[in-house]
């Protein structure tokens, strides 16, 4: 016997081999809707799950960053407050950002001006 949790459309988003608060409905291992996800993910290609989760996290990163940024901004937390090492990660990136955005400021400002 296997436990599902389902979505709000009725999809299964987690199987547990036992019951847990999210996971209580019990369905056979041979239940249409467990071949499924289990034909599912043998037509995908290995280490593909693994791929494009990697993939996201590189994406996500930026968003982490700007919320940190965001949240710092508004006083919400103070960058003291974050552990040393993060401060330190998040100062090193904070520098790779200026250097890159002066290597892409091209034109001077002063060109501009009438």
Do not use: W
Not at 12 to 39: F, G, P, Q, R
Not at 42 to 63: M, Y
Request: hydrophobic share 40%; with cysteine.
């Amino acid at each position: 016997m296997l436990y599902v949790q389902r979505d709000q459309e009725g999809h299964i988003v987690a199987i547990n081999s036992h019951a847990t608060a999210e996971c209580y409905e019990a369905l056979d291992a041979n239940h249409d809707d467990i071949k499924a996800i289990l034909e599912g993910n043998k037509s995908s290609k290995p280490g593909e799950h693994t791929s494009q989760l990697r993939e996201s996290d590189l994406d996500f990163i930026r968003v982490v960053e700007d919320l940190i940024n965001l949240l710092i901004s508004k006083n919400v937390i103070c960058f003291t407050d974050l552990p040393e090492e993060a401060q330190r990660k998040i100062n090193h990136r904070r520098n790779i950002r200026a250097a890159l955005n002066r290597e892409l400021d091209l034109l001077d400002d002063e060109d501009f001006l009438i």
